[in-house]
């Protein structure tokens, strides 16, 4: 009953649309571009939806359901971590945002079946959005995907419910400095902590973020006490968010420096990581080594990753460069390399 009581969740759509209001000195530092929008646009109109995305910030949390909010999309219920729950943003999160606490890392049977169970009996009447790599991730690549909301959706049984793909890139992700140096999520921070972390790092700040949406997965049919489906599923839905990530300049140049060097060997080196892109079927963002350099250069330089000396590159911040270059690293490796 307890675990229920924290679950219960209530989303009221006039006070949740007007938080972008108080939330503009964030998103104001922010080019919002979504593509694909129609598969969203379609799914919501044929039925129950659940939106799978990977999670890189925690600006996915306004990008994101603003996206499907632009288009004119019934909201969301968002699954989010429980340590955003604490404090005035938690009830905000229960009472307004209507978003779901999720205890992450529990191995309590009890907590498992009563979270599975509420979620099964949401999507009756809401759409869902959830992030199923457990977290951001603090190393920057596309980490492997929890599969109990996945069997959650399939065991809910709704009638032409689906899965749509939502991948989100930033040109800068605004904690990268933080994440980045963690590498691996240890403990867990509080919230007011990592809201001062994101205020230090936020003075200078800009960036795109894309939210690109991928074609719909029926679930129809699927026997969710079966592991290996719920498996099938999770895997084929992570390679289609990996496939729709926009791969950004920074990231590209990122992938291209393993040390110093020139202009001239980083343009050969971004040329043959294009090249590999391009054959893996990638949603680039960029299509040339000058492009490349041109659009990353001066956000890295002046987000103090790199330094630009006498007409070479050189590393500021390896753990920082690391974590871009490892954002397409699910694209520059064989796929069985990284399931």
Request: proline share 5%; with cysteine.
């Amino acid at each position: 009953m307890g675990y229920l009581d924290e679950l219960q969740t209530t989303q009221r759509y006039e006070f949740y649309r007007a938080l972008e209001y108080p939330l503009y000195p964030i998103l104001r530092k922010i080019d919002r571009v979504v593509e694909r929008q129609h598969f969203a646009v379609d799914a919501a109109a044929q039925g129950r939806v659940a939106y799978v995305s990977n999670h890189r910030s925690h600006i996915d949390y306004l990008v994101e359901p603003l996206a499907l909010d632009d288009a004119g999309i019934r909201p969301p219920i968002i699954a989010a971590g429980i340590n955003l729950f604490g404090g005035p943003l938690g009830f905000i999160h229960k009472h307004v945002t209507g978003a779901l606490p999720i205890r992450r890392n529990t191995k309590d049977p009890a907590y498992l079946v009563t979270l599975k169970a509420y979620v099964s009996e949401l999507l009756h009447k809401h759409d869902l959005f959830f992030y199923p790599e457990g977290g951001r991730s603090y190393s920057g690549e596309l980490k492997a995907m929890k599969t109990g909301l996945f069997s959650a959706c399939i065991d809910a049984g709704v009638p032409g419910m689906q899965l749509v793909p939502v991948a989100v890139s930033y040109d800068l992700v605004l904690e990268d400095h933080v994440v980045s140096k963690q590498k691996v999520k240890r403990r867990q921070k509080a919230f007011s902590r990592e809201v001062a972390e994101l205020v230090r790092y936020a003075v200078g700040y800009r960036s795109r973020s894309f939210v690109t949406f991928g074609r719909p997965v029926s679930i129809g049919g699927i026997d969710g006490e079966s592991r290996k489906a719920v498996m099938d599923v999770t895997r084929h839905v992570r390679a289609e968010i990996g496939l729709l990530y926009k791969v950004l300049p920074t990231a590209v140049l990122a992938a291209a420096m393993t040390g110093s060097g020139s202009r001239p060997e980083l343009t050969d080196r971004i040329k043959a990581i294009l090249d590999t892109l391009r054959a893996a079927g990638a949603n680039l963002g960029v299509e040339s080594a000058e492009e490349v350099l041109a659009l990353a250069s001066e956000p890295m330089v002046t987000r103090n990753i790199i330094v630009i000396d006498g007409g070479r590159y050189r590393v500021r911040e390896r753990n920082v460069l690391r974590y871009y270059a490892k954002s397409i690293a699910h694209l520059l490796t064989p796929p069985s390399a990284t399931h």
